[in-house]
């Protein structure tokens, strides 16, 4: 039923597609695996209709960079894995200018403008943390256009693999006809894509790195790439030389920490990257903090984990972002995540969506979340969110 109406909103943004014949498109996404697929099934499918897609690769919707893009009209701009929770911003500035389709699955807010076409699932009664990711949204949308577009299936679901459930919903359905097609095959306890004879989760895993690390230098193009074309040699190694590049960073990082310890407020313990990941893309701080949460010897059980990262002012592709901004990720050791789980402790998202309130917008989940705020406001979001955990008690009611 609910998918159904998803197909008939789908038919009715291709129509207005299709009878608007742009020449070319934008092609705004994430910088993760999935959104790397989303982007990859996108552009193929563009290509297939003879529109020529540009594709933008964003780590975080910034309000300065929207503004900018929707400032001219007349454009056919697509958000892919992104942009879902940030419709109404986006409405705001489209104001009826550019068609632009949502193809996303993160916690959608209302699109206002009524060119402002959001495809996300979760307005049609699924999930996107389980049901279908980024990419799925892509694969169907593209199947719409295009039947021919089926041979893409296979992408819906290395960009669902970030799904730790496996593939459920809408994606168990994506995943059989897949297999029916002959497009991939099980092999050992996994799939493989057949034309490339790569394991569905280890593309996957080198698309996190080439988006995630190689952000600012040209990583997230190569992963594209590699989702229609498959892995060269050259792409392994530049997966290699970006990993050995983060496990330094890492390793140099952790040896600080050893010798400075973290700084510590009540219930928070926090220190500051700097530009020790200077060149990688910001997601590499939250990807330390989960490491940092299970090294006992450094860290305390039941504090949160905080870490900043500044984060450089250049967006690949766009141009100079006007403010300085640093990302803030936290992570919660494991003995404090069944108190998040029994309502006796504020979740990681939550915390810093409180913490930033006015200044940052925070994403994530329980246990693990970010926010980029402007560097004048480190110690802000320290303070408000040491207040916040003190103002509830919430922390002392846990532990008695
Ligand atoms: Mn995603």
Known sequence: MQLQDFEKK????????????????????HDDADGLCSTAITKRALEREGIKPKTFCLEKVYTEVIEDLHSKSGQTIFYVDIGSSHADMISEYNNGKNLTIILDHHDPKPAKDPQVFDLNFENYGFKGETDFSGATCCYLFAKTLNKTNM??????LVGSCEIPEGFMGINKLVLEEACKNGIIQQKGKGYEIIKFKTRLDALFSKLQI???????????EIGVNACLEGLSKETEEKVNALENKRKEANRRLLGRLYLERLKETEHI???????MYAGMGTKVIGQFCSFLAYQTRLIKPNKFILGFVNVPSEIPGWGKLKEKFVKASVRVPKTMQSLIDDGKLLGAVNLLDKASEGFGVADG?????????????????????????KADGIHERAYL
């Open 210 to 220: 080439l988006g995630a690390v190689g952000y600012y230098e040209g990583g997230p």
């Open 269 to 275: 313990q926090w220190f500051d990257a700097g530009d």
């Open 10 to 29: 789908t038919n009715q943004v291709v129509t207005e597609l299709k009878a608007k014949k742009p020449k070319e498109a934008i092609i705004v996404h």
């Open 365 to 389: 989940h329980r246990y693990a979340a970010s926010v980029i705020v402007p560097v004048a406001k480190k110690q802000t979001l320290i303070e408000n969110a040491e207040k916040q955990l």
């Open 151 to 156: 041979d893409l299936g296979y992408l819906a």
